[in-house]
């Protein structure tokens, strides 16, 4: 079990599981009703009922009544019944009450907050020379000298069961005898990677680098001096008074980080572009001892990086494919075992790396279990709150004893929340135990299988490789909400929400376009057969 403690099994899945196998042995009489497919419409007919009862019940009211009052007049009576009504007011009043309105509604849209929209974004793709096969990555690590057999094999282990696939990108220094982790690798590997998204950006978006307004970058290890946001302030010439911000050491969720802190410059700065900017530097962060537990980054990460175009401009609505609903952050921190679960020190040897805790899956359950229970009632429908509310009352006021089983919580299906999911890709592990707790089927974390697959996990950029993973299927129609969830070292967990504005096309430059066809692989989605793969495929 990911949770320990019996509060966190209000996450498990197995609990729902165990409490309809129970249903289904109470009720004998019923065995083809409980297991019908058919139980998804009353399910969803209840989920009806409950979030458009207001209009059910009071519409036919209202029709009612205004029926029975003007059946009851002839048309010469109703248009008399009006002009008395009318009349009976002063016109002095009628106009100041008429200019009063229009002056609030003016008010109101002045100030109400500006809607944030996300133009566009592009995700770097590496070129074919730096793509590696698991194989070859161990051969790498083996020509670079540094690393024992032991370490070798360890390596190899993970690789084979981590959902990584055969063409992810690494830089080629990592296979090199010499010191990699050095400020010359460091800043050609960055400016490799953040000019080549930005470029695709500005060609995608046709804005002029002048009209940045707001730069923001995040990559966790990799901080230099200048900074990163100055190096793509000193290439690109953007402008003098801009507002630029470099965040380092926030781990894999500091994408989102970087997110809110543009919305809240946008907010403070109207009609104005955000450039955010995420990646993390694969060579500067390799671990070069033998020390297992900081071998693991090794093996996961790879090269990526992503740049993303923010707007509050209202003439921008039209072309923009996004708008931003919610930013869910969750901090840790103040946890001891949280605080440490993720960090980079020194090994024996004195080599650096980032050391991960073996209780890393735990650890997350629990910064999970408090993002979600803050993001729920913004995005959930109000019948899904009432069901967890009034489960989780009943569970608070039923008696417990020792021979009684507790009492079993609802798992609240974040499916009616969302159509599409992108969930940083961080290891096959995480993934496994996400979707069991959350109860997510093999189509919602199917962009995130795929990613961990073709590109590894790539850090905080890794949420929109899974974004162009699903605008490159077709599968993002206007009206569709999308959650990001992203984790990262502090412990933090983090919640992006977006609302699509439009149908997405197909896009012509997309880093999945060369590969596009060949996933869903079978491998990646273990409860699709064959002949419902061939079916998903066409």
């Given at each position: 079990?990911?949770?320990?403690?019996?509060?966190?099994?209000?996450?498990?899945?197995?609990?729902?599981?165990?409490?309809?196998?129970?249903s289904?042995?109470?009720?004998?009489?019923?065995?083809?009703?409980?297991?019908s497919?058919?139980?998804?419409?009353?399910?969803?007919?209840?989920?009806?009922?409950?979030?458009?009862?207001?209009?059910?019940?009071?519409?036919?009211?209202?029709?009612?009544?205004?029926?029975?009052?003007?059946?009851?007049?002839?048309?010469?009576?109703?248009?008399?019944?009006?002009w008395?009504?009318?009349?009976k007011?002063?016109?002095?009043?009628v106009?100041?009450?008429?200019?009063l309105?229009?002056?609030?509604?003016?008010?109101?849209?002045?100030?109400?907050?500006?809607a944030?929209?996300?133009?566009?974004?592009?995700?770097?793709?590496?070129?074919?020379?730096?793509?590696?096969?698991?194989?070859?990555?161990?051969?790498?690590?083996?020509?670079?000298?540094?690393?024992d057999?032991?370490?070798?094999?360890?390596?190899?282990?993970?690789?084979?069961?981590?959902?990584?696939?055969?063409?992810?990108?690494?830089?080629k220094?990592?296979?090199?005898?010499?010191?990699?982790?050095?400020?010359?690798?460091?800043?050609?590997?960055?400016?490799?990677?953040?000019f080549?998204?930005?470029?695709?950006?500005?060609?995608?978006?046709?804005?002029?680098?002048?009209?940045?307004?707001?730069?923001?970058?995040?990559?966790?290890?990799?901080?230099?001096?200048?900074?990163?946001?100055?190096?793509?302030?000193?290439?690109?010439?953007?402008?003098?008074?801009?507002?630029?911000?470099?965040?380092?050491?926030?781990?894999?969720?500091?994408?989102?980080?970087?997110?809110d802190?543009?919305?809240?410059?946008?907010m403070a700065?109207?009609?104005?572009?955000?450039?955010?900017v995420?990646?993390?530097?694969v060579?500067?962060?390799?671990?070069?001892?033998?020390?297992?537990?900081?071998?693991?980054?090794?093996?996961?990460?790879?090269?990526?990086?992503?740049?993303?175009?923010?707007?509050?401009?209202?003439?921008?609505?039209?072309?923009?494919?996004?708008?931003?609903?919610?930013?869910?952050?969750?901090?840790?921190?103040?946890?001891?075992?949280?605080?440490?679960?993720?960090?980079q020190e020194e090994?024996s040897?004195?080599?650096?790396?980032?050391?991960?805790?073996?209780?890393?899956i735990?650890i997350?359950?629990?910064?999970?279990k408090?993002?979600?229970?803050?993001?729920?009632?913004?995005?959930?429908p109000f019948?899904?709150q009432?069901?967890?509310f009034?489960?989780?009352?009943?569970?608070i006021?039923?008696?417990?004893?020792?021979n009684?089983?507790?009492?079993?919580?609802?798992?609240?299906?974040?499916?009616?929340?969302?159509?599409?999911?992108?969930?940083?890709?961080?290891?096959?592990?995480?993934?496994?135990?996400?979707?069991?707790?959350?109860?997510?089927s093999?189509?919602?974390?199917?962009?995130?299988?795929?990613?961990?697959?073709?590109?590894?996990?790539?850090?905080?950029?890794?949420i929109w490789?899974?974004?162009?993973?699903?605008?490159?299927?077709?599968?993002?129609?206007?009206g569709?909400?999308?959650?990001?969830?992203?984790?990262?070292?502090?412990?933090?967990?983090?919640?992006?929400?977006?609302?699509s504005?439009?149908?997405?096309?197909?896009?012509?430059?997309?880093?999945?376009?060369?590969?596009?066809?060949?996933y869903?692989?079978?491998?990646?989605?273990?409860?699709?057969?064959?002949?419902?793969?061939?079916?998903?495929?066409?």
């Amino acid at each position: 079990m990911i949770m320990a403690r019996a509060e966190q099994h209000l996450l498990s899945t197995e609990i729902v599981n165990r409490a309809i196998d129970s249903s289904v042995r109470v009720r004998r009489r019923l065995p083809e009703f409980v297991n019908s497919v058919n139980l998804k419409y009353v399910k969803l007919g209840y989920h009806y009922l409950i979030n458009h009862g207001v209009y059910l019940a009071t519409i036919p009211l209202m029709l009612l009544v205004f029926g029975a009052e003007v059946g009851s007049l002839s048309t010469e009576g109703l248009w008399q019944k009006v002009w008395e009504s009318t009349v009976k007011y002063d016109l002095a009043a009628v106009v100041g009450f008429v200019a009063l309105s229009v002056f609030t509604l003016c008010v109101y849209f002045m100030t109400r907050p500006r809607a944030v929209y996300l133009v566009d974004f592009a995700c770097y793709k590496p070129q074919d020379d730096l793509k590696v096969k698991k194989d070859q990555f161990i051969e790498l690590a083996r020509n670079s000298g540094k690393f024992d057999e032991e370490s070798l094999e360890f390596q190899k282990r993970i690789l084979h069961s981590s959902g990584i696939g055969d063409e992810t990108y690494v830089p080629k220094s990592i296979g090199s005898p010499e010191n990699t982790v050095t400020m010359k690798e460091g800043r050609a590997e960055a400016s490799t990677v953040m000019f080549g998204a930005i470029d695709e950006l500005f060609e995608k978006t046709k804005v002029r680098s002048k009209d940045i307004g707001v730069l923001v970058v995040n990559c966790s290890i990799f901080n230099p001096t200048p900074s990163l946001s100055a190096m793509i302030i000193n290439h690109y010439k953007l402008r003098g008074n801009i507002l630029s911000f470099n965040l380092g050491g926030m781990g894999c969720s500091a994408g989102i980080i970087a997110l809110d802190l543009a919305l809240d410059m946008l907010m403070a700065n109207p009609n104005n572009y955000a450039l955010v900017v995420s990646t993390e530097m694969v060579a500067y962060n390799w671990y070069p001892g033998n020390d297992r537990s900081m071998l693991i980054s090794n093996c996961y990460l790879r090269m990526g990086c992503s740049a993303v175009l923010l707007s509050n401009r209202r003439r921008d609505y039209r072309r923009s494919k996004y708008r931003l609903e919610h930013i869910v952050r969750t901090h840790k921190g103040a946890d001891d075992r949280s605080f440490g679960s993720i960090r980079q020190e020194e090994d024996s040897q004195r080599f650096r790396g980032i050391k991960i805790s073996k209780d890393l899956i735990e650890i997350g359950a629990d910064a999970l279990k408090a993002n979600i229970t803050t993001l729920g009632p913004l995005v959930l429908p109000f019948s899904e709150q009432l069901l967890f509310f009034s489960t989780l009352i009943w569970r608070i006021l039923s008696p417990n004893s020792e021979n009684s089983k507790p009492t079993k919580p609802y798992i609240p299906d974040y499916k009616l929340a969302f159509e599409h999911f992108c969930v940083h890709a961080a290891s096959k592990t995480v993934l496994d135990e996400l979707q069991r707790n959350l109860g997510l089927s093999d189509q919602n974390l199917e962009a995130s299988r795929a990613v961990l697959h073709r590109f590894g996990n790539t850090s905080s950029s890794s949420i929109w490789y899974e974004l162009a993973y699903l605008e490159a299927k077709g599968q993002v129609k206007g009206g569709d909400r999308v959650w990001q969830l992203a984790f990262g070292s502090g412990l933090k967990c983090n919640s992006a929400v977006w609302k699509s504005l439009r149908g997405i096309k197909k896009p012509v430059r997309n880093p999945w376009m060369d590969c596009i066809d060949r996933y869903p692989q079978a491998g990646l989605i273990p409860s699709l057969g064959k002949k419902f793969l061939a079916n998903f495929k066409s």
